[in-house]
């Protein structure tokens, strides 16, 4: 009652009912607590009752009760109770206990902590549920003591926890945590952890999609597997068992032998394409996609169907579930193709079957084999029995002499694609003169599909009583052009029922005889006979077997005919093993329209440029193809002159080739290298200039080959490099190790001299190719008084007068001297020719800039300051002297003449050495500079002009300035310290002056003590600090202002012997004021003057000056009356006639005699 509720107790919960009766409401409280009856005493105070002592009530009784644990917070409250609220972590148990106290040790000891989350128990124990995942992940950080009566207990994420069906978690507190000690109290409610829906799975991606098995064979198809309810354990994917167990349950309903379940996945898949983790990736928590490789030995009878099951290993709920789908693999119909020696004609004659040794190959695509196709068996059987003949009426033929030696030792099953048949020697096979075609057909028994399949193209077999020669080869096809070239240039003589002797191919006869047997049927002077069957040798013969030779044609550049051209082949006797001469199919070479192509080193690209032009020797090779030249070109003036002028150039620049190369060729240039090639060879050119590549086109002219009219456009086009690309150098001073301090003095040499190109004649004249020279010369940098600035747009800087041409090729610039000038940091200069100012018009710059070094700044200091003349005491006092500061190396900030941060660092810089000095620089000079006293009169000079200050002064001796330019007035930023200071002397007098109203003051004036005062101001000199005390100071002022003339009643007499220290005040160090009392004996005749001497002892500098006179002008002489009479104290007629009354006449401005 005490700690909780008494204090909680207030006038609102007091209620008086009547003069008898006070009704007090005790409000709840939860935090109330007590261990054993708790007994309350009630008194009533005599402050509260009409009387006047305090009246004791009966005592109230509170009875205990047994302790109660009420579960609260999000997952009591059902509001954070689901499965997956558990396991995005966040939700709060509160703990609250009525009738006891939870001990503070639940929240300090870690064992009392650890033993309270422990109360917390499931009913039930599934692997990933709340004891196993919740409780094990519990700690002392997840609990708080909120007071003694309420514990909070905030769950951390749980990305495991995972449950079959709804939690019931109940909690009873461990004994020792409540204060009343053994008690252990089971809270209610029951906490009920909602278990998620039962998980589905959905099955996606291209496998659901219509796939066959020609995309299971291709690979690439995709199976997505999408989760709702649960989630994929993070590890799926992995090589683990989990990963196995998930490519185990995808199963085909169907279990074919090279099917789904025994090539690629299920428990008994296996081999080169069965699937691994390879093929299993995990998108997200929801999406698992495997990709299927290829399998080529995938085969399916009929379609199959796929179920997949996800097995709970792969789950964080750790509970298998199915698709509900399946994935459809539609089987593809099958094909079958036919290969092997069996499928040549050189292999499939009569004799080759008698021997044996033939093979056939059957390619399967879409289907497999049957595994047993190669063993006895029912597949063999099949595979066999339909390898027949259609012709039956063949006593020995295929299916009486070869059909029946067939067996399984001749049957080889390569690949589940692949089957091999060889064929066994069948030496009464014998057909008539023609052919026998095979009509195979493959058994549907003999492959796992199933059905038959008949191939598109079937084997033939010849009989050999007759030998034949048949051509084949890319020489079939070759036109004129290919045999040029020696492209298209291969013949292949394939002999049946004939061998070719085992010499041919080797030099000798047999291969010669082979060779001129192969002969033009016409008259073509540059044609096979001539060109060909010339060159041609055992060399360009081989052997391949005994039924092939093959002749391979080299390229024959001089070959040319004007028509089609007809090759007879006859195999010759010496060549065959029969020794009888047979014939074989002519061979015809079309004529190709003729060409020209342009060879040498001009079309080579080896020597096109215009300096080669200019130099001579290159060379022009005109090459005509399928055509020969007249010798009329090198006999004949004018077809040669016709010839040279069918090179002509695109454009015809002044001096390009139309106009000089041409003019200068004539028959010494042109040599007639063979009837397909003219040679012409370039003299040198001096004058050949062209301001652009050239473009050179040749046309032969009508007339200059066999075939007559044709005029031919040669390829490819000529191509006259222009030498644009002309190079520049850099040369002379400027080029040599530079410094600022050198730009700026003056005098470099930049020389710049031309390869490939020249300089205008004008340059150097005052033009615009001039100044786009200068132009060209740019600094890398910009700053406010670098090489841009200063020497290309500066008004000081480079101008034509600067330039001058040395030759075709020199160019030299002299720089001037640019005390503007001034660098940062370093700079480098990039030197660019323009078109302008070469003859050729194209832009060249120099590879390497030059560089210039940045100098290490100074400053030096000048003007009257520097100077005894107008340094002194007074110079500084009476302002207008000035200090000029010019740097070298480096520049003035811009704004350093304006109110800016650089003018106040630069000002702060000017300081003096001595800063004790009381009136000195410091303090009466360096706080009245500003901007306005500077002037930055060029980018390397500032001015500045001290303003006036009276009050300077330095006593006796000098004072030396410490001036140091600051770096943020400089734009190099560092900065720098004068080698010469300012030197400040008081040499020159110091200087007193009068002023107030004394020196306007008449006579009267004085007499009155009516502008009266005299102050007396010093330049170049200050008081003494006794100044207007009672001091020698101040009496040696007062004897220091003296009358000049002779007055009885003047200054000396009747003012100065009274003045003293009470008259005198010390305004300041330079100022004194001394007022002068009333003085009403004074008298003077005439105008008096006051000289005023600066006593030594009143001044620091310990010597004496004058200060001006001062003048008291003589005033009128007036009488006044007073006394009793003038008063009316005592002028009525009885105080005349008593007598005693008083006159006094008082003069003013002179003296009774």
């Known amino acids: 009652w005490d700690n909780e509720v008494a204090p909680l107790l207030s006038a609102t919960d007091v209620e008086r009912v009547s003069d008898f009766v006070v009704r007090i409401s005790v409000p709840a409280v939860p935090g109330f607590a007590i261990t054993k009856n708790e007994v309350l005493s009630v008194v009533l105070p005599a402050s509260i009752l009409s009387g006047t002592s ?101 769950l951390p994420e749980l990305p495991h926890y995972a449950t079959p069906a709804d939690e019931a978690v109940t909690f009873t507190n461990p004994a020792g945590t409540t204060t009343e000690g053994g008690l252990q109290v089971t809270a209610s409610p029951v906490l009920a952890i909602v278990n998620a829906a039962n998980a589905t799975v959905v099955i996606q991606g291209s496998l659901t999609q219509g796939a066959t098995e020609d995309d299971i064979i291709a690979g690439g198809r995709v199976l997505d597997i999408v989760l709702t309810g649960d989630t994929w354990i993070p590890s799926i994917g992995d090589d683990n068992q989990a990963t196995r167990d998930l490519l185990a349950g995808l199963v085909s309903t169907s279990n074919t032998t090279n099917g789904w379940n025994l090539v690629l996945a299920g428990p008994a898949a296996s081999g080169d394409y069965a699937l691994d983790h390879t093929n299993v990736e995990r998108i997200n928590n929801q999406l698992v996609r495997i990709t299927l490789p290829a399998a080529p030995t995938y085969g399916l009878p009929a379609s199959e169907d796929i179920a997949v099951t996800v097995p709970g290993s792969a789950l964080a709920e750790g509970v298998a579930v199915t698709a509900p789908t399946v994935a459809t693999i539609a089987n593809s119909p099958g094909s079958v193709t036919l290969a092997g020696s069996l499928m040549t004609p050189a292999a499939s004659g009569e004799l080759d079957i008698i021997e044996g040794g033939s093979y056939l190959e059957i390619i399967l695509e879409g289907d497999t084999w049957a595994s047993d196709v190669d063993q006895p068996g029912a597949s063999l059987a099949a595979l066999l029995s339909l390898l027949v003949s259609p012709n039956t009426t063949l006593e020995h033929g295929w299916n009486n002499d070869v059909l029946p030696l067939l067996n399984h030792t001749h049957v080889t099953r390569v690949s589940n694609l692949v089957v091999n048949i060889t064929l066994p020697p069948a030496p009464g096979y014998s057909i008539t003169p023609g052919t026998e075609t095979l009509n195979i057909t493959i058994a549907g028994a003999a492959v796992a599909g199933g059905l038959p399949l008949v191939p598109p193209v079937q084997p033939v077999l010849n009989n050999l009583l007759v030998s034949l020669a048949e051509l084949t080869g890319s020489l079939l096809v070759a036109t004129e052009n290919n045999v040029i070239d020696g492209t298209s240039s291969v013949l292949v003589i394939s002999l049946t029922g004939e061998t070719f002797l085992d010499s041919v191919g080797s030099p000798g006869a047999s291969t010669d005889a082979l060779l001129a047997g192969i002969t033009s049927t016409g008259d073509h002077s540059h044609g096979w006979n001539t060109e060909v069957a010339s060159v041609l040798t055992a060399a360009d013969v081989e052997r391949l077997n005994d039924y092939e030779v093959r002749i391979t044609v080299p390229p024959i550049p001089g070959f040319a005919i004007t028509k089609d051209e007809i090759l007879s082949v006859t195999l010759p006797s010496a060549a065959v093993t029969g020794g009888v001469s047979f014939p074989a199919a002519n061979i015809t070479i079309p004529d190709d329209a003729p060409t020209i192509s342009m060879q040498g080193t001009v079309a ?36 040669r002159d016709a010839f040279i002028a069918g090179f002509v150039s695109a454009a015809s620049p002044p001096n390009g080739w139309n106009n ?101 004649p004008t340059i150097g004249d005052n033009n615009q190719a001039t100044i786009d020279l200068i132009n060209g010369l740019v600094a890398t940098t910009n700053t406010s008084n670098g090489w841009n600035q200063i020497l290309v747009a500066g008004p000081d800087g480079l101008d034509h007068t600067n330039v001058e041409r040395i030759n075709n090729q020199l160019v030299r610039i002299t720089l001037p001297a640019v005390p503007e000038y001034g660098l940062p940091a370093d700079e480098s200069i990039i030197v660019t020719v323009p078109g302008s100012a070469l003859s050729e018009g194209y832009d060249v710059t120099a590879p390497t800039p030059v560089p210039i070094a940045n100098s290490d700044a100074e400053v030096s200091l000048s003007g009257l300051l520097m100077t005894k003349p107008g340094s002194g005491e007074l110079d500084i006092i009476r302002g207008g002297s000035w200090l000029l500061l010019t740097v070298k190396g480096d520049t003035w900030a811009t704004d350093i003449a304006e109110d800016s941060a650089a003018a106040s660092a630069f000002l702060a810089g000017l300081t003096s050495r001595n800063s004790t000095i009381e009136h000195g620089w410091d303090r009466e000079i360096l706080p009245l500079l500003n901007f306005t006293h500077v002037d930055r009169v060029t980018n390397r000079i500032v001015n500045l002009t001290l303003p006036e200050s009276r009050f300077y002064a330095i006593g006796s001796g000098i004072e030396i300035l410490n001036t140091t330019i600051v770096g943020p007035a400089l734009a190099g930023g560092k900065a720098l310290k004068p080698l010469s200071q300012p030197v400040i002397n008081n040499l020159d007098p110091s200087i007193a002056e009068v002023f107030d109203s004394l020196l306007v003051a008449t006579e009267l004036d004085v007499i009155d003590g009516t502008s009266s005062v005299l102050t007396i101001s010093l330049t170049g000199e200050v008081f003494v600090d006794q100044m207007g005390t009672a001091s020698a100071a101040t009496t040696a002022l007062l004897n220091g202002i003296a009358s000049t003339g002779s007055h009885s009643h003047g200054w000396d007499t009747e003012i100065a012997p009274y003045l003293g220290d009470a008259d005198v005040e010390r305004v300041n160090d330079f100022e004194v004021r001394i007022t002068v009392p009333a003085t009403p004996g004074f008298a003077i005749t005439k105008d008096e003057l006051l000289a005023i001497t600066i006593p030594a002892a009143a001044v620091n500098g310990l010597l004496p000056f004058s200060a001006p006179n001062v003048t008291i002008t003589d005033s009128t002489p007036s009488i006044e009356l007073r006394g009793t009479v003038a008063g009316g104290s005592a002028n009525e007629e009885t105080d005349i006639i008593s007598g005693g009354s008083t006159i006094f006449a008082v003069i003013r401005g002179d003296v009774w005699n």
Not at 606 to 617: K, L, Q
Not at 665 to 672: E, I, P, Q, S
Not at 692 to 713: H, K, L, R, S
Not at 724 to 737: E, H, M, P, Y
């Open 604 to 639: 080579a690209g080896t020597a096109n440029e215009e300096t080669d032009i200019i130099s001579g020797g290159s060379t022009i090779v005109v090459v005509l193809r399928g055509d020969v030249w007249n010798t009329t070109l090198v006999s004949d003036p004018d077809v």
């Open 54 to 154: 305090s009246v004791t009530a009966a005592n109230v009784t509170v009875t205990d009760i047994a302790p109660t644990v009420v579960l609260k917070g999000t997952v009591a409250a059902a509001t954070a109770n689901a499965e997956t609220d558990v396991i995005a972590g966040g939700s709060t148990i509160f703990a609250v206990i009525r009738g006891d106290v939870w001990n503070a040790t639940v929240a300090s000891d870690s064992d009392v902590a650890q033993a309270f989350i422990d109360g917390l128990v499931a009913a039930s124990s599934p692997p990933n549920g709340w004891n196993n995942v919740v409780v094990p992940s519990l700690n002392t950080s997840a609990l708080t003591l909120v007071n003694h009566t309420t514990v909070v207990i905030t």
């Open 660 to 760: 000089v190369v041409l003019e200068a060729l004539n028959g010494t240039a042109l040599t007639l290298v063979n009837h397909t090639a003219v040679a012409i060879t370039l003299p040198a050119l001096p004058h050949y200039a062209t301001p652009a590549d050239e473009a050179v086109t040749f046309t032969n002219p009508a007339g200059a080959t066999t075939e007559g009219g044709f005029q031919i456009v040669g390829s490819p086009i000529l191509a006259i490099v222009n030498a644009a690309n002309a190079t520049v150098a850099l040369q002379g001073s400027f080029t040599q190790t530079v410094s600022e301090n050198d730009v700026i003095s003056g005098g470099l040499v930049l020389d710049i001299i031309l390869t490939g190109d020249t300089w205008i």
